[in-house]
């Protein structure tokens, strides 16, 4: 599988959607590695189990959109990608930059690495 920049960007929309659809736990359970890890702008770290039992629980954001996405190739199986997200939840607003790190598996596209850097403080 090409790790493209139109490849990563339609992972990246998945997430979101199932961050909207409260089904983060069960999407990013299945995309992540086993050993990968979260590091959000609370300063939160999250293994991969924290991800997979408790997104789904997570309030559901309303909308979001992603921009200027920049693809980083690392080497013939793994590459970062680096976009601008803003995101409403009700009355609340969210903007970060995110960095995604994704990995071939036995053929299969898995995210290693995200990690969020807020832009709004």
Same mark, same amino acid.
């Given at each position: +599988?090409? =790790? #493209?920049?139109? &490849?990563?960007?339609?992972?990246?929309?998945?997430?979101?959607?199932?961050?909207?659809? @409260?089904?983060?736990?069960?999407?990013?359970?299945?995309?992540?590695?086993?050993?990968?890890?979260?590091?959000?702008?609370?300063? +939160?770290? =999250? #293994?991969?189990? &924290?991800?997979?039992?408790?997104?789904?629980?997570?309030?559901?954001?309303?909308?979001? @959109?992603?921009?200027?996405?920049?693809?980083?190739?690392?080497?013939?199986?793994?590459?970062?990608?680096?976009?601008?997200?803003?995101?409403?939840?009700?009355?609340?607003?969210?903007?970060?930059?995110?960095?995604?790190?994704?990995?071939?598996?036995?053929? @299969?596209?898995?995210?290693?690495?995200?990690?969020?850097?807020?832009?709004?403080?």
């Amino acid at each position: +599988m090409v =790790m #493209d920049l139109n &490849t990563l960007l339609g992972l990246e929309r998945q997430g979101w959607d199932s961050l909207c659809e @409260q089904r983060g736990g069960t999407f990013y359970g299945e995309l992540m590695t086993d050993d990968a890890v979260m590091v959000l702008v609370n300063g +939160m770290i =999250m #293994d991969q189990p &924290t991800i997979a039992a408790s997104m789904n629980d997570a309030p559901p954001w309303d909308s979001y @959109q992603i921009t200027d996405p920049q693809l980083i190739p690392l080497n013939d199986g793994a590459a970062t990608l680096l976009y601008n997200a803003s995101a409403r939840r009700g009355s609340d607003n969210f903007e970060a930059l995110m960095t995604s790190t994704y990995v071939l598996v036995d053929g @299969q596209i898995r995210m290693k690495l995200y990690q969020q850097t807020t832009v709004t403080h």
